[in-house]
Antibody, heavy 122, light 108 residues
């Protein structure tokens, strides 16, 4: 069974940093792009950042450019979201999602993890 | 950035009725790289449709997608009780992906 599990969420003060992890299992991790999507409770979905299977392509939403970075360790079947200079408006559930097809960054998202909540507040 | 606008914001229907959801893009979505997701309260989104019209694995055939260019539609032919949820469209043909704001399908 394909599974994605996000960890690392929690309460953090504005201006501080936090690193989220996405651990994958059930598929050949190194063949797939991985993305992060966030959702403010009760609001819509916002794509945040994505990384191709070989890390050659990384895309950022304008709202996080210069503050968030993404990396992956294919040996550990994991992707990491480093969030710096956090703001209250970054408060949201953060989901990681696997690309639907192998080898391409331009893919739908399937499946998604269950999410981890990040709260930015003093 | 491609902006996706979904309409209506809320659709009030009864079980058994047909639901038609619209997603309009500010620019042409290349290759029909358009997906639809369903989200229920407290759950992660679930893929329904990819490539504008291809049903994902395990999705019932009452769900269908159509469209190309800038206009896309998700149709649920006969609503089942478990279909009442929020639906999002997404374009994935650019390095920057975007979602529509969602359509809530609620029980009338």
């Amino acid at each position: 069974e394909v599974q994605l599990v996000e960890t690392g969420g929690g309460l953090v003060q504005p201006g501080r940093s936090l690193r989220l992890s996405c651990a994958a299992s059930g598929f050949t991790f190194g063949n797939y792009a991985i993305h992060w999507v966030r959702q403010v409770p009760g609001r819509g979905l916002e794509w945040v950042i994505g990384i191709s299977w070989n890390s050659d392509t990384i895309g950022y939403a304008d709202s996080v450019k210069g503050r968030f970075t993404i990396s992956r360790d294919n040996a550990k079947n994991s992707v990491y979201l480093q969030m710096n200079s956090l703001r209250p408006e970054d408060t949201a559930f953060y989901y990681c999602a696997k690309a639907g097809g192998a080898g391409s960054y331009f893919n739908w998202f399937d499946p998604w993890g269950q999410g981890t909540l990040v709260t930015v507040s003093s | 950035e491609i902006v996706l606008t979904q309409s209506p914001g809320t659709l009030s229907l009864s079980p058994g009725e047909r639901a038609t959801l619209s997603c309009r893009a500010s620019q042409s979505v290349s290759g029909s790289y358009l997906a639809w997701y369903q989200q229920k309260p407290g759950q992660a989104p679930r893929l329904l449709i990819y490539g504008a019209s291809n049903r994902a694995t395990g999705i019932p055939d009452r769900f269908s997608g159509s469209g190309s260019g800038t206009d896309f539609t998700l149709t649920i032919s006969r609503l089942e009780p478990e279909d009442f949820a929020v639906y999002y469209c997404q374009q994935y043909g650019r390095s920057t992906k975007t979602f529509g704001q969602g359509t809530k399908v609620e029980i009338k």
